[in-house]
């Protein structure tokens, strides 16, 4: 068993549920931290009820298809209580997979390496305003805390990111922290006049001033870093082939 079935249990101990209960709450306030797909929370509870960790019966309500609740055994509250220990217990080997394109960034451009970077950067970004926008939760610190996980590594990798796309900027001679004579240009699509993307591609340099700390703790880390903002606006945009957009 793994996480998924503590997860399932966990939700269980709470109150007897339904499936599509079971899977909206899922989706809807703790996809940043675990990610489960319909089918398969489906398939671990079936699994949990042969296991008979879980009790499924069936209900109706008037006219509506009949759907069936789950409810946790005595069996399954112990098992929930063994495998939350294991898992509290437990050190996580942390791998990215992000980090296999990193292996072979060398095999392209390095323009393109710096837009295809700026897009993860941006996505990164993205996620972290919705992360940071979420309220505590009001019934449990567990869940408050696991939010505060999330976001820590979000803002880790976010950081981290900064630092090789400033590394890759030095190493091709730009001076660190700020691209060469204020512009860094995307290669142009094949077949495009160069007059007709004219500026596209092109960004601001970033200062030597925007290095300041990205992380500040006293501010709970906010994404308006002064050097994560400076590097949002410096990283060249990937330009749209011909007939996009």
Avoid: C
């Avoid at 919705?130 to 408050?144: A, D, I, K, R, S």
Wanted: net charge negative; aromatic share 4%; proline share 5%.
């Amino acid at each position: 068993m793994d996480e998924r079935e503590l997860l399932l249990l966990g939700l269980l101990m709470v109150q007897s549920q339904h499936g599509y209960q079971i899977n909206e709450f899922i989706e809807r306030n703790l996809d940043h931290i675990v990610a489960m797909k319909k089918p398969t929370a489906y398939a671990l509870l079936e699994r949990l009820s042969q296991a008979g960790y879980v009790a499924a019966r069936s209900e109706q309500d008037g006219k509506r298809p009949p759907r069936t609740v789950y409810q946790i055994t005595p069996t399954g509250s112990q098992m929930f209580l063994t495998l939350l220990r294991e898992n509290l217990a437990r050190a996580e080997r942390m791998t990215f997979a992000g980090d296999v394109g990193v292996l072979f960034l060398d095999h392209l451009p390095r323009e393109e390496v710096l837009a295809l970077l700026g897009q993860r950067f941006e996505a990164i970004e993205a996620a972290l305003v919705v992360h940071e926008q979420t309220p505590p939760h009001e019934h449990g610190l567990g869940v408050t805390l696991a939010l505060e996980h999330v976001l820590l590594l979000e803002r880790a990798e976010r950081d981290w990111l900064a630092s090789v796309i400033e590394r890759l900027q030095t190493e091709d001679g730009l001076a660190p922290g700020r691209l060469e004579a204020g512009t860094a240009k995307t290669p142009t699509p094949a077949g495009e006049d160069a007059h007709a993307t004219s500026g596209v591609g092109e960004t601001p340099a970033l200062q030597a001033s925007d290095g300041a700390a990205i992380f500040d703790e006293q501010q709970g880390g906010s994404i308006g870093s002064t050097r994560a903002q400076a590097l949002a606006r410096a990283l060249p945009k990937p330009q749209q082939q011909e007939g996009q957009g």
